[in-house]
């Protein structure tokens, strides 16, 4: 029975045989780079092609020190190195050790030139963009049924917003039918009438990527009346559909962020915003409260009743401070009449007779207080204190004065 190898073995003999060819030891392969990746390693993973074959080639991240620039996509480039078998995939790849620029490739050349023609024509100019909808309900979707771009944004999508509705138009992103799918998907998913379309696919070469650099995809995008989120490649790959389009997302699963509003987010919003509120309108029916209390304490106080009442009290205050003020007037009258009394009965002949003193009168009711005028035989009427008593004069006799 003939010697059964591992796969391993295989692997490892045909690596022994790329390594001891002479040829393969020491080679420099010119190309055009495409499918260009700088690794976080610091490794750079790319393809060199023409227009028959495609060779794949790393350059490990110690070899970098002697490139003096940054890889891209359609450059023209001599890669210096070595060719081996990696024997955990079982292919065969180049690993660099030197890379000289030499120019555009023919794809990168055309893509600049079409870039150039549409930007004249005014065809990426901020103008004709389109916003962009905050609340899609609907969104549309035109990228192939398999792959991990239709599953990214279905998963993004879904966390952000579970009741979006996602319609798919199943296209083919790649190869000479890719382009009329395309067209197709936006022109379909327009007339459907959806809020916003996601146009893209996944990361590629830029041969997997250039359906979204003809000009029937740019016109399609550009004519649609529903705003464009193109979303071809990685963060790196830039295509004719990103400039555009009304907006250009990074990725496909950046363009569901974009597309998609975070309802969560909006739901925490609208929370917060209906506490705001109640608590305003509770401030605000407090001070209303407040208000209409404050209302009617003036309507009552300004009421008739209570300013009848108001007035009474007045008036019983008045008339209560009149009695007083007159108690007090009579009272100060009275005191001052007893002492007017006191003075007169101090000086009044009754107070005199009484103490002895009489009153003299003649007939016709005159005071005498001297005795001229009266002569023996006048009759004389005296008062004391309990009576009068008549008299005549038998004789006058006068004090002399000295």
């Not at 000289?100 to 930007?119: A, S, V, W």
């Not at 398999?146 to 992103?173: E, F, K, M």
């Not at 309802?263 to 609208?270: N, V």
């Not at 006191?342 to 003649?362: E, H, I, Q």
Request: proline share 2%.
């Amino acid at each position: 029975m003939a010697k059964i190898y591992s796969v391993e073995q295989i692997n490892n003999y045909i690596k022994q045989m790329f390594n001891t060819d002479f040829v393969l030891s020491q080679v420099n392969v010119q190309g055009e780079v495409s499918n260009c990746k700088y690794h976080s390693s610091g490794h750079i993973y790319f393809t060199i092609k023409d227009n028959g074959s495609v060779l794949n080639a790393i350059m490990f991240a110690g070899n970098r020190t002697g490139l003096k620039f940054q890889m891209k996509d359609g450059m023209q480039v001599v890669v210096s190195g070595n060719i081996s078998v990696y024997e955990r995939d079982g292919k065969y790849q180049m690993y660099a050790k030197r890379i000289e620029q030499t120019g555009m490739g023919d794809l990168y050349q055309r893509f600049l030139e079409l870039k150039k023609e549409l930007e004249e024509m005014g065809m990426f100019d901020a103008l004709y963009k389109k916003p962009i909808p905050k609340y899609a309900a609907k969104i549309g979707i035109v990228t192939a049924s398999t792959g991990a771009a239709i599953q990214d944004i279905i998963n993004i999508s879904t966390r952000r917003n579970p009741y979006v509705q996602l319609v798919l138009y199943p296209a083919i992103v790649q190869g000479e039918f890719a382009v009329d799918s395309i067209c197709r998907g936006i022109n379909k998913l327009e007339e459907y009438g959806v809020d916003t379309i996601i146009v893209g696919r996944g990361g590629g070469s830029i041969e997997d990527l250039w359906a979204f650099n003809d000009v029937k995809v740019a016109n399609a995008i550009f004519e649609c009346s529903i705003p464009v989120i193109s979303a071809v490649g990685h963060e790196t790959d830039f295509t004719i559909a990103d400039f555009v389009a009304d907006m250009r997302a990074p990725t496909p699963s950046a363009a569901a962020e974009l597309a998609v509003c975070n309802i969560f987010e909006i739901l925490e919003s609208l929370a917060d915003c209906q506490s705001k509120l109640n608590t305003a309108m509770r401030n605000r029916i407090d001070f209303s409260r407040m208000t209409i209390q404050q209302y009617q304490k003036v309507i009552t106080n300004l009421s008739p009743i209570n300013m009848i009442n108001t007035r009474r009290q007045y008036l019983e205050h008045l008339s209560m401070q009149l009695n007083h003020n007159m108690e007090n007037l009579l009272t100060q009258r009275r005191n001052y009449l007893k002492t007017i009394c006191a003075s007169l009965d101090s000086l009044s002949p009754l107070a005199r007779l009484c103490s002895g003193y009489s009153y003299v009168r003649d007939i016709k009711g005159k005071t005498l207080n001297s005795v001229e005028n009266i002569n023996a035989g006048d009759r004389l009427r005296i008062s004391v204190t309990d009576g009068d008593i008549w008299t005549k004069v038998e004789t006058v006799s006068g004090i002399k004065r000295s």
